[in-house]
């Protein structure tokens, strides 16, 4: 990586510093035009996992495509050549939008990821509000949406839309992608990525807005974990069976399935499938030393989603379980009986579902591999007659980058410019697939830059972002172009006279 030495800025407020006051300036001004703008989004009830909104998603993928043509862009609607089979019928996956906003040679090229679709919400489901309805309470901007990921999309937009209200040049060409399954797996957007690759091809970084920070202070993120979805299947019996005629003769498929579970993970959270840790890397000193800079509060995060104690007891053991070792997470059974009441069935198939949260170097195959013979072993000792089968149904890879390069340089001075602070260098637990995506198929510098809250409950009810969020997110954001071009250029000069030397 070069190394370049910028010195310190010069007494007195100079052009740039101006411009941005200016810009800043005119966010504060216009808010309440941005809030309402994403009001009028929330209210599109595209929730790309019911079939019966398809329509809705699709609705949602045109709104985005006028907006951003609004701004003076390119845009097109790019339709997957693939179909989604929901309850026994073919559904249209909704287009991908691909927007091109400026070209001149000399700026960094920046390609924006976001989506718009959402996760399900029903008022019945806890909602205080219509979530469908942005709802302001004590600042916060209500709806189902509002952090994952229309309000983000809404501010990279909002700050174009200012420098262009203030008739200054952008200063970075701009690019967008823009999807509406995100939701449920991204759907055809490798496809797209792929065929499009000249779309891609004079990018320069690729940024994405579509997760948190992990408490009240800004952050930037450079890695995620991966996910491994199991499903373990016991087949018993022809039929469901009842307990009274059956119970004690037969080898229940529950019995056999509550064993293989049990035998996943200890009550101290380590993983008990024999390997399963020896490809995990080595955490290195230097992102070690991070951690106990890192803003997290164990005490509110425990009162935040109600429980007594984390299985760790220090912060930084916490986080690094959390974003450096995978982990085992058991998510329901299928085939169970689990309505009120009683029922005294012996169920003839049941479907353990777990997860595994993979952490970088660990291959996919290897963990299938383990996995199942893990579970292969566990089932034999049963001497059980049952029928076992194991499948992994999703597996997405870990992403990782190097928080040192520019475009983390340029999102750093932004938020001190915005917040006045040097943010947090975090990891996301969770998985971002479209991440890894990216990194290889296009293989440009990528970066996760979030503005949402860590109490944002993104899936949840009740789900929000802030005012204060959404407003310094979009000032975040037009403080990124002007920086990130600012440095591009200075490492062009500099490598330029390098190669003349």
């Known amino acids: ?20 006051n200016r810009i800043f300036q005119n966010i504060d001004l216009r808010q309440n035009d941005f809030v309402q703008t994403l009001k009028e989004w929330l209210a599109v009830q595209s929730d790309s996992s019911d079939p019966q909104l398809r329509g809705e998603v699709i609705r949602m993928m045109g709104i985005a495509a006028k907006r951003i043509q609004d701004l003076g862009a390119t845009a097109q609607l790019v339709n997957p050549n693939m179909t989604e089979m929901i309850g026994g019928r073919q559904v249209p ?18 390609c924006f990821y976001g989506h718009v679709d959402v996760q399900p919400a029903k008022k019945e489901d806890g909602w205080t509000t219509d979530p469908y309805t942005l709802t302001e309470i004590n600042g916060n901007l209500h709806g189902r949406g ?101 119970g004690g003769i037969t080898h229940e498929a529950m019995s056999d399935l509550i064993a293989l579970l049990d035998s996943l993970v200890d009550p101290s959270g380590r993983i008990l499938i024999p390997g399963i840790y020896d490809d995990v890397a080595t955490l290195t000193e230097e992102e070690q030393q991070l ?47 689990y309505g009120p009441g009683t029922k005294t069935v012996i169920p003839s198939k049941v479907i353990g579902k777990f997860s595994i949260r993979q952490v970088p170097n660990m291959n996919l195959s290897a963990v299938k591999e ?10 034999a000792k049963r001497n059980s007659p049952n029928k076992l089968t194991v499948t992994m149904p999703i597996g997405a890879l870990p992403w990782v980058t190097d928080a ?27 998985t971002i697939p479209i991440a890894k995506t990216f990194q290889t198929v296009t293989q440009k510098k990528i970066m996760m830059l979030p503005i949402g809250g860590s109490d944002d409950g993104e899936h949840s009810q009740n789900e929000k972002i802030s005012r204060d969020n959404y407003i310094q997110g979009t000032k975040l954001f037009a403080a ?10 200075k490492k062009q000069k500099y490598s330029n006279q390098i190669n003349k030397d």
């Not at 991908?96 to 400026?102: H, I, K």
């Open 1 to 20: 990586m070069i190394m370049m030495s910028f010195g310190a800025e010069a007494s007195g407020p100079s052009p740039a510093t101006d411009l941005l």
């Open 93 to 110: 996956l909704p287009p991908v939008l691909l927007a091109n906003l400026g070209d001149d040679p000399k700026k960094p090229t920046v």
């Open 480 to 489: 990124f172009f002007l920086e990130l071009a600012e440095l591009h250029q």
């Open 146 to 246: 509002a952090s994952d990921d229309k309000g983000p999309v809404l501010a990279w937009i909002n700050a174009v839309d200012t420098l262009n209200t203030l008739k200054q040049d952008i200063p970075v060409n701009m690019k967008f992608i823009i999807e509406g399954m995100e939701e449920t797996g991204s759907g055809g957007l490798e496809e797209i990525i792929k065929k499009y690759n000249h779309f891609f091809s004079d990018i320069d970084y690729i940024v994405i807005s579509d997760n948190s920070w992990i408490s009240r202070k800004p952050a930037l993120i450079y890695g995620s974990r991966g996910n491994a979805y199991f499903f373990v299947e016991v087949k018993g019996s022809e039929r469901d069976l009842h307990s009274g005629s059956f």
């Open 404 to 430: 040192k390069e520019l475009q983390y340089e340029a999102a750093r001075r932004a938020v001190a410019k915005v917040f006045g602070i040097v943010p947090d260098m975090i990891k996301d637990g969770s």
């Open 291 to 337: 951690y106990d800079k890192i803003e997290f509060d164990m005490e509110e995060q425990k009162n935040k989603i109600g429980v007594k104690k984390f299985v760790q007891s220090t912060k930084v053991e916490t986080l690094l379980h959390l974003w450096c070792y995978p982990s085992l997470s058991i998510h329901g059974i299928e085939g169970a009986f």
């Open 370 to 379: 383990k996995v199942s013979k893990h579970l292969e072993n566990v089932f």
